[in-house]
């Protein structure tokens, strides 16, 4: 029989409670601080086991989505339980309250909140977890347990030449009496945080043994492709499958009012079937809808009333007395492209149903399932996987349900996969903003600043409870709590959802906004003041140490100031966001055409505690290219109530030989650990778009780049 000693994090205060648990394992409970609106709404766990094989699980309450939390979370419980990290594994969270992320208040992963949510918690379970195998060994063998110490598995008595492994001691330390305050190791005497740890998901993705949601295979499953109305919001007429009958493996189609899928016994077979039925939409209210339209309507609600996110000083006088600055700078509708297509397997009978999917919001899938199934949350079992790209995409579950929705009409598993097009032309897309900004200079220094951000409230929609004031926490984010030191400014959000279009998370989405805005008008500012961008920017960081120390180390590994060749550009931008402070500068060169090249992107970057400095680098490396992309590339268009992208033939991508060479220097922290999954994405595109005015004098106010108003262009 398996013995388990289990380190349980859970509650909200900021003291520990440890409590004992039942015979043959250890539990161990602490609280953690978490901001929330009733005493019992939350209860956040984390479950470390040690079996008396002496393996180490974590019950990892964060979803592997390629940003490698998994081993940054291992890492951290390793370190402080001073566990042996080969003998370390993790296992996806079930849905469960015990496992909410403290920042958000639900079981989610996303805002670059992993290592923030959890650093503390994980350390205390860690060290909890020690304290009593420290106890239960010093018991056993009649010393004092401050003559003990930990390593790599094991409880050491170097006085008596004893030592003994965590499993064997496992049970007796069920027995201990919780440590109430457990104590956590200085930073100096860390052995695996700070260490540039090899990835414990790399060698099962590299041989193919890791399992993804569209991975799911249980037996008897048969498979679906979905089709909705390519009308945003419009419903199923009338569906034929004589021509579907003629496939091969078809077995059936199932309608339902905003959807149509076929089911076959091969996905191949099934995509063709969905191909020949003959599907006859009503359209419904939203064919007239475009681009211009939503444009138009967004342009008209920025003239309104705002609520304001924050106000310091006084604005309005401050704005009338220097030299004023306008600008107006606006970001399209962004899909999200993940490399793993949509999907999820759902297996529904009258009394249960069981679903398999990777998604960022495990609990939540659990929940709709239930409701759409009409069976109790109890009786739906939802299995979470690895997931090939999140970006924002899988914080929404409408797959999971759809998918319950085919299953009900299914006799056994059925596996539900997207279409590349189908999911580019129905994702919940990254909104689009207008931002109104205002500014003035006296004695060369900002001393007014107003900031007036449009666009839709995912936080409303997403998380209802956190969108008060009719202030969007997302939407003004990095825009209330920019770097600058500005005594007077104001930031005001308007909401404007868009006509038809449903909206959602995409990797930085606020901050991506705030940050382009913010660092394109000081650029902008800097210029028209005949000051040198890095100096302006410096001249207003005295108060922002570790922002400060981020643009200078940039600038120097940037050679900023150094000549370039003609057409080429510098650019810069500086940001501190998700508890990470960070600077980018870009070399970018534009030819007669107006086709940009990007040649390199050198980052500097404070993320406090550096928990993996590979994964830091290999995140800010991909989210630098996920946001260069969107800033060369990305615009969702409508025309007809319908998106015209379908695929990477008209979504592009950034092309291998087109990636710039990209640097990153992390600057050494001893602060808490700050996010790093979307600082990158935010940072590339100002920086950019000030390489490209540096090396054509032409100010883009507009992304993606617009490469006509490029052309022929010559530097001022």
Not at 28 to 46: C, G, Q, T
Not at 569 to 575: E, F, I, L, P
Not at 661 to 670: A, D, Q
Not at 687 to 706: E, K, M
């Amino acid at each position: 029989m398996r013995t388990n000693v289990m380190a349980e994090t859970r509650g909200l205060s900021r003291r520990d409670l440890l409590k004992a648990g039942a015979a043959g394992f250890l539990l161990v409970s602490f609280r953690m601080p978490v901001a929330r609106a009733a005493s019992d709404s939350f209860a956040p766990n984390a479950f470390i086991r040690v079996g008396d094989d002496d393996v180490v699980t974590l019950v990892m309450p964060q979803v592997e989505m390629g940003q490698g939390i998994y081993t940054t979370v291992a890492m951290i419980l390793a370190d402080e339980m001073d566990a042996d990290f080969n003998k370390v594994v993790l296992q996806h969270a079930p849905p469960d309250k015990a496992y909410i992320n403290p920042i958000f208040g639900v079981q989610a992963t996303g805002g670059s909140t992993s290592v923030r949510a959890f650093w503390d918690p994980l350390r205390k379970a860690g060290a909890s977890a020690r304290s009593m195998l420290v106890e239960a060994a010093a018991q056993q063998w009649g010393v004092d347990p401050s003559s003990c110490r930990t390593s790599n598995n094991e409880v050491i008595h170097d006085a008596s030449n004893r030592k003994v492994s965590y499993g064997a001691i496992a049970a007796q330390a069920a027995t201990m009496k919780p440590v109430t305050d457990p104590k956590l190791k200085d930073a100096k005497d860390y052995t695996l945080i700070g260490k540039p740890v090899k990835r414990k998901d790399t060698p099962d993705k590299t041989t193919g043994a890791s399992k993804y949601g569209i991975d799911a295979m249980p037996a008897g499953v048969k498979f679906a492709a979905i089709a909705q109305c390519p009308v945003f919001g419009g419903k199923v007429g009338h569906v034929d499958d004589a021509k579907a009958k003629e496939i091969k493996g078809f077995r059936q189609f199932v309608a339902e009012d905003d959807f149509v899928a076929a089911v076959a016994d091969t996905t191949w077979a099934a995509i063709q079937a969905l191909d020949a039925l003959d599907i006859k939409w009503d359209e419904g209210p939203n064919a007239n809808v475009n681009s211009e339209q939503i444009w138009e309507a967004l342009r008209a609600a920025s003239t309104g009333h705002g609520a304001v996110a924050k106000d310091v000083g006084d604005v309005k006088s401050a704005l009338s007395d220097g030299t004023r600055y306008d600008g107006v700078y606006e970001l399209p509708f962004l899909a999200h492209a993940t490399m793993e297509p949509l999907n999820c397997t759902v297996h529904y009978t009258k009394d249960a149903c069981e679903v398999w999917i990777g998604t960022q919001v495990i609990g939540r899938v659990q929940e709709d399932v239930a409701k759409a199934v009409g069976l109790p949350v109890e009786k739906v079992t939802a299995h979470n996987f690895y997931v090939g790209g999140g970006f924002g995409r899988r914080l929404d579950q409408d797959m999971a349900v759809r998918a319950a929705r085919v299953a009900v009409h299914v006799d056994g598993p059925v596996k539900v996969t997207w279409s590349r097009e189908e999911d580019t032309q129905h994702d919940v897309y990254r909104p689009v903003y207008h931002n109104a900004v205002s500014a003035t200079v006296k004695d060369g220094t900002i001393v007014g600043w107003s900031h007036r951000i449009t666009g839709s409230a995912v936080i409303a929609r997403w998380l209802p409870p956190a969108f008060k004031n009719g202030v969007d926490i997302d939407a003004v984010d990095a825009a209330i709590d920019q770097p600058y030191d500005f005594p007077n400014f104001k930031v005001e959000y308007i909401r404007a959802e868009p006509p038809a279009v449903p909206t959602g998370f995409w990797r930085g989405v606020g901050p991506n906004n705030n940050i382009f805005t913010i660092e394109s008008f000081v650029d902008d500012i800097a210029f028209k003041e005949k000051v040198d961008p890095v100096a302006f920017r410096l001249k207003h960081l005295d108060h922002n140490p570790r922002a400060k120390a981020a643009l200078q180390l940039a600038a120097e590994k940037g050679n900023w100031g150094a000549p370039l060749s003609p057409r080429m550009g510098r650019g810069v931008a500086v940001q501190n966001a998700w508890g990470t402070y960070l600077a980018t500068i870009c070399e970018a060169e534009v030819d007669e055409s107006g086709e940009v090249r990007v040649h390199r992107l050198v980052t500097a970057v404070d993320t406090g505690i550096p928990v993996n400095p590979d994964t830091i680098v290999a995140q800010l490396q991909g989210g630098m290219i996920f946001g260069l992309t969107a800033a060369l590339f990305g615009e969702i268009t409508i025309a007809n109530g319908r998106v015209q992208q379908g695929n990477f033939n008209d979504y592009r991508m950034l092309r291998i030989n087109e990636a710039p060479k990209i640097e990153v220097h992390l600057i050494p922290s001893t602060e808490h650990p700050g996010g790093i999954g979307e600082p990158g994405t935010a940072s590339v595109q100002a920086s950019l778009v000030n390489a490209l005015f540096s090396a054509t004098g032409v100010r883009l106010t507009r992304l993606p780049i617009d490469r006509k108003a490029l052309a022929g262009r010559k530097p001022v």
